[in-house]
């Protein structure tokens, strides 16, 4: 056994691991993430219809040959707005299944992976898993670089010096929320941009914080894309996309 297997170990049986994958490049996974994708007997994740999954295609070059894999395809992403109440209804239901599908596979003594965007604990889906199964199986969560890390470190935005206040905001708040928030902050990472692109950058203009946002699109993947928010004049963005506002504290 080598230093590295040491340090990544080996999966358990009945055991279910929130493994965070990183914000799109895989060689920003953790020791102990790359080891479990290869451990686990079974490699589950979220994924869109239609499409492969991208904590799926960020782990793809990991994965052990015949690997027994657990797809869980969302009935809904950003088709409704999560306020509606069919989208409530239609992902609670999901999440119940899916939970479900987890559990009979633990119970059976299986390993599972259930991979994740970024950080497993940060606006990730697994927290839902996490919340029905924590209870009753084994969990082991793997922390993992969260996308807005990599976003403002591809940026090169040190994003806080010295007391910098920093809010992390959902793009899906109202305008007038949002430049509230923004007014009373150093520093801003802004989350969920996607389709409220127009919004949050007529937020951020009122709030006086133009000139220093920058717009950040698929961060430390193959097709990043990286400049100043004022020249983003476009009503949508794409869906791995955020506003970061770096901070202008004590810079010695």
């Not at 990991?62 to 009935?75: A, F, I, N, S, T």
């Not at 003594?109 to 927290?127: K, V």
């Not at 919340?131 to 670089?145: K, Y």
């Not at 949508?236 to 010695?252: E, K, N, S, T």
Request: charged share 20%; net charge neutral; proline share 5%.
């Amino acid at each position: 056994m080598t230093s590295l297997d040491v340090l990544a170990g080996t999966a358990k049986a009945g055991t279910l691991y929130g493994i965070g994958v990183g914000p799109g490049d895989v060689r920003y996974l953790t020791l102990r993430a790359a080891g479990l994708v290869r451990a686990v007997e079974v490699l589950a994740f979220f994924a869109k219809k239609g499409l492969q999954g991208n904590a799926r295609r960020i782990v793809a070059p990991l994965m052990v040959d015949g690997q027994e894999e657990l797809r869980l395809e969302y009935p809904v992403t950003d088709e409704i707005p999560a306020e509606h109440p069919d989208y409530q209804s239609q992902i609670g239901a999901f999440y119940r299944a899916s939970a479900e599908r987890l559990a009979a596979l633990l119970k059976q003594g299986r390993s599972i992976g259930l991979i994740a965007e970024g950080d497993p604990f940060f606006y990730g889906s697994f927290m839902h898993m996490w919340r029905r199964l924590a209870a009753d199986f084994p969990v082991e969560v793997v922390p993992g670089v969260t996308g807005m890390s990599g976003c403002w470190t591809r940026a090169n935005l040190p994003i806080t010096w010295g007391d910098d206040t920093l809010a992390v905001l959902p793009g899906t708040l109202g305008e007038a929320q949002l430049a509230e928030r923004l007014r009373h902050t150093d520093a801003a990472v802004i989350m969920k941009v996607g389709r409220n692109l127009g919004k949050v950058r007529r937020a951020v203009e009122a709030a006086g914080l133009l000139s220093r946002a920058v717009y950040v699109e698929r961060g430390t993947m193959q097709d990043e894309r990286i400049l100043p928010l004022a020249e983003c004049g476009q009503p949508a963005g794409a869906y791995f996309a955020m506003v970061l506002i770096p901070g202008q504290g004590r810079a010695l």
